[in-house]
């Protein structure tokens, strides 16, 4: 199957910082990512929907202003946590969309466990 | 928009049972289902996906079947192994968005 990264795959840091997170599709080109937030024990929950060339679109209750979605090149989108707090601390993994013959299908990057002290 | 309910939310089995796991989602324009494996800390791994022009689709010991009548899809595991023992999370979304709706996820728990 195709490939996602991700980068860091943890990352600590201090309440009030921002935090950048990139997410990349390895073998395939992907013209739309998914950015999702995994509290433990809970499903995965989409936070944004990130287009090449074009503004995020986010889902209710996220706020644009705090997770800043780039999706600069067909192989790169990075998510950026600004002025991170406690709360913000979560799992955030990316999706990419890879498209074959019997249709589109969603990999999973590996996730990024960023903790807000 | 879409709701998918899934369940059970835990399942015990011995090593060798089967195990199936039942999910059903609200929107009838749904036609993708696909079922993903996540084991502690790690990524969501694709492990099946059916598309709504088939009802049953199987690969080794894992099989899912589609009821698009009564908007319900299921996971079939046989002969389990430990190794199987992980979180599933089943998902629907509707041809043309990419934008999947999760389950709550299955936790699976397969004893030697």
């Known amino acids: 199957g195709a490939v996602v990264s991700q980068h860091p795959s943890w990352v600590i840091c201090k309440s009030g910082t921002s935090v950048k997170i990139e997410c990349r599709s390895l073998?395939?080109?992907?013209?739309?990512m998914f950015w999702y937030r995994q509290f433990p024990k809970q499903s995965l929950m989409l936070m944004a929907t990130s287009n090449e060339g074009s503004k995020a679109t986010y889902e209710q209750g996220v706020e644009k202003d705090k997770f800043l979605i780039n999706h600069a090149s067909l192989t790169l989108s990075t998510l950026t946590v600004t002025s991170a707090h406690p709360e913000d601390s979560s799992f955030y993994i990316c999706?990419?969309?890879?498209?074959?013959?019997?249709?589109?299908?969603?990999?999973f990057g590996p996730g990024t466990r960023l903790t807000v002290l | 928009g879409e709701n998918v309910e899934q369940h059970p939310s835990t399942l015990s089995v011995q090593e060798g049972d089967s195990a199936v796991i039942k999910c059903t989602y609200s929107d009838s324009a749904s036609n993708y289902f696909p079922w993903y494996k996540q084991e502690l800390g790690k990524r969501p791994q694709l492990i099946i996906d059916i598309r709504s022009n088939v009802g049953e689709k199987k690969d080794q010991r894992i099989a899912v079947t589609l009821n698009k009548t009564a908007k319900h899809f299921s996971l079939h595991i046989t002969e389990t192994q430990p190794e199987d023992s992980a979180v599933y999370f089943c998902?629907?979304?509707?041809?043309?968005?990419?934008?999947?709706?999760f389950g709550k996820g299955t936790m699976l728990l397969v004893s030697p």
């Open positions: 998902a629907a979304s509707i041809k043309g968005y990419s934008t999947l709706t």
């Open positions: 999706s990419a969309i890879s498209s074959g013959r019997a249709g589109d299908t969603q990999y």
């Open positions: 073998d395939f080109q992907a013209t739309t």
